[in-house]
Each structure stands twice: as C-alpha cells, then as structure tokens.
C-alpha cells in the first residue's frame, strides 16, 4: 500500500503563490505517473497537472503557464508549484499516484490541501 502526504495549502490573496508537496511511502512495484487534481463542492475531480515516469508533463488550460509540477516521481515525491494565483483556483487539491503491484494497476490518493484565493 501506498500512502500520500499533502502539504502547503492555505489561503493567499490573489496574484499570490503557493508550493503544494506531496510525499509518498509505501511499496509498490512501479510507478507509472503522479498527479495533481482538484475537487470543489458538488464537483467531479479534475486534474490540475500531472507528471509520468518518462518525464511527460500533461497541464490542465486552467493553471497552464502559472503552475509548474517539480518532483521525482521514482522517489513518490511530487510538488505543484501554483503562480499568480486567482480565486477561480480555490479548491481542495488531491494528490494521486498511479502504479502497478502484481500486474495490476492501482490509484492511490492522499487526504487532500485546502488553497483558497481572495480577491
């Protein structure tokens, strides 16, 4: 089992920054990506940013040129470094790795950061 630690939420005013980490342990064979993903209420889960174990880095439009996802995903460590924040970003932000364990893929999830943005 997996388990993921979320870090660094808070509240800061617009046009502000914010550095989430998120710090995994537990085994698992591979890795085959960690992400980012936000919820509100009443509200699916969306990615917000995502890193695979070959480097590709995928970008919601939302946060595309104002966030940037830093990590070594090989370690189960991934941050999200948010710029020039807006309060349309207010959200509780979901870190999530993807790996395999016996051939099969698995998705864990940590408990999730509060960011909230003011005006």
């Known amino acids: 089992q997996v388990q993921l630690v979320e870090s660094g939420g808070g509240l800061v005013q617009s046009g502000g920054s914010l550095r989430l980490s998120c710090a995994g342990s537990?085994?698992?064979?591979?890795?085959?990506?960690m992400g980012w993903y936000r919820q509100g209420a009443e509200k699916q889960r969306e990615l917000v940013a995502s890193v695979t174990r070959g480097g590709s880095v995928e970008y919601a439009d939302s946060g595309r040129g104002r966030f940037i996802i830093p990590g070594d995903i090989r370690k189960k460590s991934v941050d999200l470094q948010m710029n020039d924040l807006k309060p349309k970003d207010t959200d509780i932000y979901y870190c999530n790795l993807v790996g395999e364990d016996r051939r099969r893929e698995k998705s864990f999830w940590g408990q999730g950061t509060q960011v909230t943005v003011s005006s």
């Open positions: 537990g085994f698992i064979s591979s890795i085959n990506d």
